[in-house]
């Protein structure tokens, strides 16, 4: 069992930065892959990012991609979303989810654990 709290949302402005933290509690978290996903009004939740356990592999949406940076703590037990150049088309809900599983690291469907989501608004 994993439980799952995201936190460092906010409001921003165009080309500001944040950093999303999601802090796990459960005794296998060092052994879960994780992801970033978003989801804005009206639409559908999306991939944004994954990190494996061992925090060796890493994959980004193309969207994000060359300005979100992932990471994790297993000590900490928390993984974090750097998020640079912010636009407004990242506003969204964001959300971190946890799996045993390592493929279709992009399909919500693999992910078996999820938090409540932090809010991140972009102005323009």
């Known amino acids: 069992q994993v439980q799952l709290v995201e936190s460092g949302g906010g409001l921003v402005q165009a080309g500001g930065s944040l950093r999303l933290s999601c802090a796990a509690s459960g005794r296998t978290f060092s052994s879960t892959n994780m992801g970033w996903f978003r989801q804005a009004p009206g639409k559908e939740r999306e991939f944004v990012s994954r990190i494996s356990w061992d925090g060796i592999s890493t994959n980004y949406a193309d969207s994000v991609k060359g300005r979100f940076t992932i990471s994790r703590d297993n000590a900490e037990k928390t993984v974090y979303l750097r998020m640079n150049s912010l636009k407004p088309e990242d506003t969204a809900l964001y959300y971190c989810?946890?799996?045993?599983?390592?493929?279709?690291?992009?399909?919500?469907?693999?992910?078996?654990?999820w938090g409540q989501g932090t809010q991140v608004t972009v102005s323009s």
């Open positions: 989810a946890a799996t045993y599983s390592s493929s279709n690291y992009y399909d919500t469907r693999s992910y078996k654990y």
